[in-house]
């Protein structure tokens, strides 16, 4: 008898593994914010960036580069799509969060009534958690928030793609980095540039290059002591 006992005892030994194999614990779905832009004529004609509540996301990006058509002697760029995981800072995503419930979930109207508009581009917010989900698209919104969000969404876009052009000419013309991060130095200051961290390895790539001028390194570095501060 209890040898038998023995036995099934170490039967629900060796099956217990596989049994909790079975039952995995389902990770919590975060919640997620998207914005949508599309506009041709840019260099960045359509770009989609998503956010997760715990700061994660992704930048999509259609790119008709601008970069090697000044005659600088750098290779244009070919056409490309770019697919990166970002992360924001905490900051940043409280807000943008904070604005979605409060316009519940984008199950607002957004776009402007008003006639003879100029183009700035379809846009289009959209939730998705368990909380809720909605969306709206839009040329122009009258709406307050909806507009202090699009130019968080725009200023972050901005730094990426400030981040692709620096790489670029870091890597095939150095002089033309000079007015690029003052570009982006300039932006930033003014807001129209937002999360230098989603750029940081450029950065700190050409902050410890001695082949760049000096004055574009101590750019370089005074944007990763914004990062590290934030």
Same mark, same amino acid.
């Given at each position: ?107 607002? /109207?957004?776009? @402007? ?6 183009? !700035?581009? *379809?846009? %289009? #917010? +959209?939730?998705?958690?368990? &909380? ?54 300039? /932006?930033?200051? @003014? ?6 961290? !989603?750029? *940081?390895? %450029? #950065? +700190?790539?050409?902050?410890? &290059? ?21």
């Amino acid at each position: 008898m209890k040898a038998a006992v023995r036995i099934a005892l170490g039967a629900m030994l060796t099956l217990s593994p596989v049994l909790f194999a079975q039952a995995p614990v389902a990770a919590a779905i975060q919640p997620v914010i998207s914005f949508q832009f599309e506009r041709t004529g840019l260099p960045v004609p359509k770009f989609t960036i998503k956010v997760e509540e715990n700061g994660s996301g992704t930048y999509q990006a259609d790119v008709i580069p601008g970069v090697g058509d000044s005659g600088s002697g750098a290779p244009a760029e070919a056409t490309q799509h770019v697919n990166r995981a970002i992360t924001l800072t905490p900051a940043t995503v409280a807000e943008m969060f904070k604005t979605a419930r409060a316009l519940k979930y984008f199950s607002v /109207q957004c776009d @402007s009534k008003a006639k003879n508009i100029a183009n !700035t581009g *379809a846009k %289009t #917010l +959209s939730y998705s958690g368990a &909380d809720g989900h909605g969306s709206c698209s839009y040329n122009y919104s009258e709406n307050k928030d909806i507009t202090s969000l699009t130019n968080t969404f725009l200023a972050i876009a901005f730094t990426l793609d400030e981040g692709r052009r620096l790489a670029f000419l870091h890597r095939f013309d150095r002089l033309g980095l000079d007015a690029e991060i003052n570009t982006l130095a300039d /932006q930033a200051k @003014s807001g129209g540039a937002l999360e230098l961290g !989603t750029i *940081a390895p %450029t #950065l +700190s790539s050409i902050a410890s &290059d001695d082949q760049v001028m000096e004055r574009v390194r101590v750019r370089a570095s005074r944007m990763l002591e914004q990062v590290k501060a934030q």
